[in-house]
């Protein structure tokens, strides 16, 4: 059983399209978040929910637009892709408690903007 | 500002050697510092974590060494394998928050 699950696993796209990307977790984890991956494998984080609020919002550009229907699926539609928006998009989820915070991460999906 | 980053951004070693993989992070605030270990194709798996009120956590053939005086923080990998070639990385967080801040990785080379 996958414990966080994104599809597609590869996208590739024209300049311009609107795509999304789905994500579920199956952990019971209260806490799930979108992270870009770019070439030089850097790894940043764009979104954090927590309970199907949002938490965290890293000046991400409102082309992208998370959805979290329930607290087990964090869903990301991007509008209008650009090439920069290529990269590899890890959707990823945790359980906060006092003594630390585990992220557990998804395959990740990699979109290509042509 | 906040950042994480690492001296060096490739490592080779010989199977069987010993590895250190090394991080510095600028963020006093931090009191939980992970690391992460990314395998060609796959997302990002934790490996080990570590809290600031201690300085060495051992687990199995791995042990995070941190230094909150000069910031740093260290991955020893005991008997390197095959298997561990990847890329990993340094995070800090602080406890109580959302907000992982993830290094830039250093990649792994294992040499048979």
């Known amino acids: 059983d996958t414990a966080v699950s994104q599809t597609p696993k590869y996208l590739v796209t024209q300049m311009g399209n609107d795509k999304s990307i789905k994500c579920e977790q199956n952990l019971g984890h209260d806490t799930m978040y979108w992270y870009k991956q770019d070439s030089k494998k850097f790894l940043k984080i764009m979104f954090s929910y927590n309970n199907k609020e949002l938490i965290i919002n890293e000046t991400v550009p409102n082309r992208f637009s998370p959805k979290s229907p329930d607290k087990a699926h964090l869903n990301l539609h991007i509008n209008s892709l650009e090439l920069g928006d290529s990269a590899v998009y890890f959707c990823?989820?945790?359980?906060?408690?006092?003594?630390?915070?585990?992220?557990?991460f998804g395959e990740g999906s990699w979109l290509t903007v042509v | 500002g906040e950042s994480v980053g690492l001296h060096l951004p490739t490592l080779s070693v010989q199977e069987g050697d010993n590895s250190i993989i090394n991080c510095a992070y600028s963020n006093s605030a931090s009191d939980y510092f992970i690391w992460y270990k990314q395998e060609s194709g796959k997302g990002p798996q934790f490996i080990i974590d570590?809290?600031?009120?201690?300085d060495k956590r051992q687990g199995q053939r791995v042990t995070v060494l941190l230094n909150k005086t000069v910031k740093h923080l260290s991955l020893q990998i005991a008997a390197t394998q095959p298997g561990d070639s990847a890329v990993y990385f340094c995070a800090e967080a602080d406890t109580g928050g959302f907000k992982t801040i993830f290094g830039a990785g250093t990649r792994l080379f294992v040499k048979a």
């Open positions: 570590i809290r600031s009120n201690m």
């Open positions: 990823a989820s945790s359980q906060l408690r006092g003594a630390g915070n585990t992220i557990y």
